[in-house]
């Protein structure tokens, strides 16, 4: 199976949905990989994987670990690497010296950076110097302080066409996809008339080009235990990892394993 290119996912404008979905670890990317479009290997992970409060935490070496081990692990998907807070913000020369790191360090074919106006001038100089840019608008996690908590957005006229702004200025500036995370249905239908590159909502409209959800999410394996409303599960992997440790340490205790066929040679 050969892997996608930004060309293969530039055809699922306005046609059959994108499947994205995050990964962050071989075991889960690999069964992923043959179903979905795009491997995103979300800042979430600082939240799912290692139990910050927040992705602020999060640095580039854990994305460039966590990307490379997806990359390595997979044949069919494209890869995309969030770029982490504080790792592109403060100037277009930062974020390529670190895009250029993670592209280069975890062999990935395109990141993500969270920012609309704000960040069109950085996209459109990564893009011009070989980076692919998918980008991310509506609610940003990375900003979670300034939001004060992670409400959806859009709810005035004024924050809906600042929204619309924010898609078509990183459009603009070269990004091959933008994620619309939390906003109103009506203006995720709105930006995706608008663009001509695809559209990829989590918590937006089913009108979207592709959607992505937080495998954990989905596979019913949230540590919290709290589901977004946006979420539907598809598995409830708690569950059955909870009753395979009980088992097991039913019968550890039990010394009912190791039974016979799972020991070597007896002695003597
Ligand atoms: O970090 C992440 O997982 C993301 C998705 C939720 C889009 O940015």
Known sequence: MSRLTLRDISTHKNATPLVVITSYTPPVARLFDPHVDILLVGDSLGMVQYGFESTLPVTLD?????GAAVRRATTHALVVVDMPFGSYQQSPGQAFENCARVMKEASCDAVKL?????????????????????????LQPQQ???LGGYRYQGRTEDEQAAIL??????????????????????????ITKTLAIPTIGIGASAACDGQVLVAEDMLGLTASGYVPGFVKQYAQLSQTISTAAENYAKEVRKRTFPAPEHTYGKKG
């Open 62 to 66: 854990m994305m460039i670990a966590h």
């Open 114 to 138: 969270e920012g609309g106006e704000a960040m069109a001038s950085t996209i459109e100089f990564l893009v011009a110097r070989g980076i692919p840019v998918m980008a991310h608008v509506g």
């Open 144 to 146: 979670v302080n300034t």
């Open 165 to 190: 702004r924010d898609a078509k200025a990183v459009e603009k500036a070269g990004a091959f996809a933008v994620v619309l995370e939390g906003i109103a249905e009506p203006l995720a239908v709105e």
